[in-house]
C-alpha cells in the first residue's frame, strides 16, 4: 500500500505544484486589464447630437407634404421685358423652363420641343410670394358668421407654441385661387397675433386641393409666429389674466424660453446618454427648444420701434435669431435694427392708424428701410390685399419716389419675389428666375407695377395653374361654383 501511495498520489501531488506555474507562464492566459475608473465616462458630444440614432424630437410632425406638381410642359417664354428677382431687368428676352426649372434666360434661345409663348409687349417676373398671409383660416367671403368661426389664433393660453396652424387651414377657401390669379404662387400660413407665441406656420403653393399637406411646398423650413405689444395684453388682461402690461408679456417670454433651455437640456443629456426613460414631452417647449436650436424661423408681429428693439433684447438674451418683423409700421424710425441683424422688415405701403401702437406709420416706410440696406418686403394679413400684391409693392414705391429714393421696377420686384423667399427660407429655390430655380413664372400683360396691369399666366413648377384667357386654367373652388369664373373680389 505504501508502495502504491508513492507511485500513484506523490507524482499528482507534484504535478498539482507545478501546474498553477506552467499556466501563469501559458501565452493563453487574459491579457491584465487595467482596473475600471467608474467616474470618467465620456463626456456628451452636443455638437454631434443630430446624427445620433435618437432624433431630437422638437421638429417632429405628422403631416408631410404629398404635393405633386400640375400636369407640365417645357415652355419657352419669348420677347418679353424680363425682371428676373435679382435686380436685373432684360428687354425683349426669352425664359426657358423644362422639367419645372429653368433652364435659361437670355435671347434668341432653342426652346426644342418645348410649348412657345410669344410674351411681346408683356413683362415676366418670378412667381409673387406672400410672406404673412391668413388665407383658409379666415376664408372668404369674411361674414360675422366666418369670424365667429375663424381658427386663425387659439386663444386658450398667450403661449399656444404647441399649436399648428396647418391643422387649421380650409384648403376649399377661395383666397388661395384669387392670390394665384393675382399672380402669387407660394404664401406662408401665419397664426394669427393674439396669443403671444401663436404656433408654427407653413408654406403653401397656391394650387387647388383637398388637404392641406397636397399643398405644403416640399422640405420647406418652418416658421413660429410671435407676437408682441396690444394684442396680448388688451385680450388676456381683458379676462384678468397675465400679460396685461408689456412687462408682463416679457415676463411670459422669459419664463417660457428659460424653461425651454432646460428642456433642451434635459433632452441633449438623454441623448448622449441614452439610459433610463427619456424626458416627458412637452409639445410647447418641442417648439421653443427647435427655435433655440436654429431650426424654426421666428417671424414677429411688432409695430413701434421701441417693442422691436425689446424682442431683439429677448433674442440676444436667449440667443436666437427673428428672421424679420412683420407690419413693422415703425421700421423707418430705426433701420439699424434690420441692418446689423438681417432681419428683414415686412411692411404694408399704407395701412395704419387702426390702433394705438399703429398711429405713427408712414408710406415712405418700405424706401426708407431699403435706401439704408435692409431686406425689405411687402405683406398682405388679408385676403384682400393678398390678391394685389404687385400693387401694394408699387404704391410703396411711388412714395419712395416722392421723397426722392427712386427705384427701378428690377428692383422693386425684389420685395414681392426674393426677398420674401429669403423670410421662408427657400431663396436658392424660388423669387428668382435663373438656371435651376422652381420655373414659377408671370406672364404680366403690361408693367406688373401699373394699376391697369393683369396676370394673363401663372406657372408654378413648370405648370400652368392659372391662363386669364383660359377656362381651363382658371380653378374654382366649391365657393365659387356658380359664379362667373376669373372674377377676383
Known sequence: MKGSFSRVWLPLIALSLI?????????????????????????????????????????????????????????LITHATVLDGAGHRFDDADVLSRDGKIIAVGQHLDGGNARVIDARGRWVTPGLIDPHSHDGTYSMPLTSIDSDSSDVSELSSPIAADTWIEHAINTQDASFLYALQGGVTTLQILPGSTPQIGGRAVTLHSIPATSVAAMK?????????????????????????????????????????????????????YHADPHGPPPSRDLKLDTLAAVLDGDLRVNIHCYRADDMAEMQALATEFDFKIIAFHHTVEGYKNPDLFTKTGTCAIVWPDWWGFKMEANDGIRENAAILDAAGACVTVHSDSPVIGQRLNIEAAKAAAAGRHMGLPEPPEHIIKWITSNPAKVLGLEDKIGTLAPGYNADIVI????????????????????????????????????????KAGVVQ
Not at 444 to 452: N, Q, R, V
Request: glycine share 8%.
Open 19 to 75: 501546474c498553477p506555474a506552467t499556466w501563469a507562464a501559458t501565452p493563453h492566459r487574459a491579457p491584465h486589464r487595467p482596473p475600471v475608473v467608474r467616474d470618467e465616462k465620456p463626456k456628451p458630444d452636443f455638437a454631434a447630437e443630430k446624427t445620433q440614432e435618437h432624433p431630437i424630437p422638437f421638429l417632429l410632425g405628422t403631416n408631410p407634404s404629398t404635393y405633386k406638381p400640375l400636369p407640365r410642359q417645357d415652355v
Open 444 to 483: 404680366w400683360s403690361g408693367d406688373p407695377f401699373s394699376i391697369y396691369t393683369k396676370a394673363d399666366t401663372v406657372m408654378i413648377d413648370g405648370a400652368i395653374a392659372y391662363d386669364r384667357q383660359d377656362p381651363a386654367y382658371q380653378p374654382l373652388s366649391d365657393f365659387q361654383l356658380g359664379r
Open 217 to 269: 411646398f416640399p422640405d420647406a423650413p418652418t416658421g413660429l409666429k410671435m407676437s408682441c405689444g396690444e394684442n396680448a395684453k388688451g385680450y388676456y388682461g381683458g379676462k384678468g389674466m397675465k400679460p396685461n402690461s408689456r412687462q408682463g408679456e416679457m415676463a411670459n417670454f422669459r419664463d417660457i424660453f428659460s424653461q425651454a433651455e432646460a428642456y433642451r437640456d434635459q433632452w441633449n443629456h
